[in-house]
């Protein structure tokens, strides 16, 4: 009888959920109040406490952080906004609900993040912000970002959807521009399956997203059904619908709690890979700079194409036909059609982002990956290596 190699999977993703989760979340569903209330008041303060910042506001994803921040500093049509090609979809996207112009900017050469000299050539009479992004968990270059917004007169608002808990020169990221917006979706850090959060020390900023997130309802609506709440609300502007439930944050607690477990387990998955990896020879990782804590959302290895001699496409499927799931972190923006049919992007106007593009694979990391796991993702690795080297 012929036998099989059952192959066991890696898959990329697997999320952090435990038993305190799942009791939490009951907890909730028994507790009478399954939308916004104590529970996400709860999670706000122990977020701002966490971050160390003034105010959190808990929305439905990052995505609406994102937007109701931009709404919040007055974005209007025509203002233009700096955003790095070398991102998701959604931090350029949400410059365009204001019918405002998202401005693309290649990324630096080593860490991948926002070029600040490309974003300086890029500035107007026209840009009001730049959205910095923490990309796979490594902090920008805060410091230069902050200095080059002040000269010329623009707010930053951070994409920190990959940074909890990531560091700038010891600062926690969510204390050092203006508005910095966290995702808490599924294959998130800190995940809530949808969720996200604004984090601001200004009270009018905080303000107006807190009224904005909640059909532009006067201050604390959410608490007009409680026994001792007002039936009373006033309508003060026209606001949306973002607000995150009880069920998402009675499960964002927890993991908040667990925020610094789970990081210690994805910073030694990645130090093993950086240690088989530099050996190998045929992948290159990306540096930690050293005043930075790096959040270790992905990890990130660009194969080397002087050392195999076949594309990385070609590796992500020899990964799977040996059980290893991966992801691409990110299509450049300025290769998508919508980008290049509505903003005359091209391929080429961005060479960092595109070589990058066409190297990167990101590795499974995440806290339930045993060692025998990581031995699998290296032992597959070197195999193909070996099969393909030049
Ligand atoms: C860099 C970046 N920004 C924003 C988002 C949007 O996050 P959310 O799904 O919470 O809206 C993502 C999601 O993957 C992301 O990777």
Redesign the pocket.
């Known amino acids: 009888m012929p036998t099989t190699t059952i192959v066991k999977s890696v898959p990329f993703h697997v999320p952090c959920i435990g038993k305190d989760e799942i009791r939490a979340v009951v907890e909730t569903l028994e507790s009478g109040w399954i939308t916004t209330g104590p529970k996400t008041k709860c999670f706000e303060d122990a977020f701002a406490r966490h971050i160390g910042v003034r105010h959190a506001l808990a929305v439905n ?6 937007h109701l921040s931009l709404e919040a500093i007055g974005l209007k049509a025509g203002d233009e906004v700096l955003v790095p090609t070398l ?2 979809t ?2 350029a996207e949400v410059v365009t609900y204001f019918k405002a112009n998202p401005v693309l900017v290649d990324v630096d050469p080593v860490h991948f993040n926002l070029s600040v000299e490309d974003a300086e050539r890029k500035i107007t009479s026209k840009t009001r912000a730049i959205i910095p ?1 923490h ?1 796979a968990g490594h902090p920008c270059p805060m410091d230069p970002i902050l200095e080059l917004a002040k000269s010329k007169g623009l707010t930053v608002i951070e ?1 920190a ?2 940074a909890i808990p990531a560091k700038y020169k010891g600062r926690n990221i969510g204390t050092l521009s203006a508005m910095t ?1 966290f ?3 599924a ?2 850090t800190l995940a809530t399956g ?3 959060m604004v984090t601001t020390d200004d009270d009018a900023l905080a303000d107006r997203v807190r009224v904005m997130r909640l059909h532009g309802m006067s201050r604390d609506a959410w608490k007009r059904y409680r026994a001792d709440g007002n039936w009373r609300y006033e309508i003060i502007a026209a606001g949306y619908k973002c607000n995150l439930t009880d069920l998402q944050a009675s499960l964002g607690l927890v993991q908040l709690a667990r925020c610094g477990e789970m990081w210690r387990s994805r910073a030694r998955i990645a130090q093993k890979y950086m240690q088989a990896l530099t050996s190998m020879k045929a992948y290159d990782t990306l540096p930690v700079s050293p005043d930075v804590q790096h959040s270790w959302h992905l990890f990130v290895v660009l194969v080397d194409p002087t050392k195999l001699r076949i594309h990385r496409d070609q590796i992500i499927d020899e990964l799977r036909e040996r059980g290893i799931g991966t992801a691409v ?2 299509i450049p923006l300025h290769l998508h059609r919508y980008y290049q049919e509505t903003w005359g992007y091209r391929a080429g106007e961005f060479p960092v982002a595109e070589e990058y593009f066409d190297r990167c694979i990101s590795l499974p990391i995440y806290p339930g990956m045993t060692d025998e796991d990581v031995t699998q993702v290296v032992d597959a690795l070197d195999e193909i290596a070996t099969k393909f080297r030049r």
């Open positions: 994803s990052c995505t609406a952080a994102l991102t998701f959604a931090t992004v990309f994409d959807a990959h917006a995702s808490f979706y294959t998130k949808e969720g996200g972190h990110f």
